[in-house]
T-cell receptor, first 109, second 116 residues
């Protein structure tokens, strides 16, 4: 069974204080690892897809990396508007996504 | 970019009644749609997968007679919660994927269902 574990569960940062979120996974035949941002009461908003170990993608203050067992989402110099829950999901051969429980990030001004 | 529209965003219904939630892909053909349920401070739990024109495939533990899914066209899927009870209160989210995967998995904005 596919498993996705995210840590920490919650992260409180000062504005400008960089940090990283972890997503550990076990899956048979990884087809893709996805990062989403979810604001309260909203659906997930797509951030990145990573397909193979060593791959990296960046968007503004966010950078996602992938190894064979885990992915990291690095937040550089965060701003209050980066406060959200960040979800990691893996796609296996059957096109279903298995989600982690998420990391709730709070950035204080 | 790909957009999925989900309606209603919030609904309150009486116990025993049925509620229909709509999910539409606005600018691509959604050959596959997924329905999730999310409890407070928890992650998304897949309920069912539907392919256009076919019967939905339900995850273990999900009652298919309670959660009716219809995916009759390439742009519309509906989830009907039948004979709703307070324990069905939750946040329901749909996701759509085109056949090629070009647009990835695009999510709707979610529906907050409260059964009183």
């Amino acid at each position: 069974e596919d498993q996705v574990t995210q840590s920490p569960e919650a992260l409180r940062l000062q504005e400008g204080e960089s940090s990283s979120l972890n997503c550990s996974y076990t899956v048979s035949g990884l087809r893709g690892l996805f990062w989403y941002r979810q604001d309260p009461g909203k659906g997930p908003e797509f951030l990145f897809t990573l397909y193979s170990a060593g791959e990296e993608k960046e968007k503004e203050r966010l950078k996602a990396t992938l190894t064979k067992k885990e992915s990291f989402l690095h937040i550089t110099a965060p701003k209050p508007e980066d406060s959200a829950t960040y979800l990691c999901a893996v796609q296996a051969y059957d096109y279903k996504l298995s989600f982690g429980a998420g990391t709730t990030v709070t950035v204080r001004a | 970019g790909a957009v999925v529209s989900q309606h209603p965003s919030r609904v309150i219904c009486k116990s025993g009644t049925s509620v229909k939630i709509e999910c539409r892909s606005l600018d691509f053909q959604a050959t596959t749609m997924f329905w999730y349920r999310q409890f407070p401070k928890q992650s998304l739990m897949l309920m069912a997968t539907s392919n256009e024109g076919s019967k939905a495939t339900y995850e273990q533990g999900v009652e298919k007679d309670k959660f009716l899914i219809n995916h009759a066209s390439l742009t519309l899927s509906t989830l009907t919660v039948t004979s709703a009870h307070p324990e069905d209160s939750s946040f329901y989210i749909c996701s759509a994927r085109d056949q090629s995967g070009r647009y990835g998995y695009t999510f709707g904005s979610g529906t907050r269902l409260t059964v009183v």
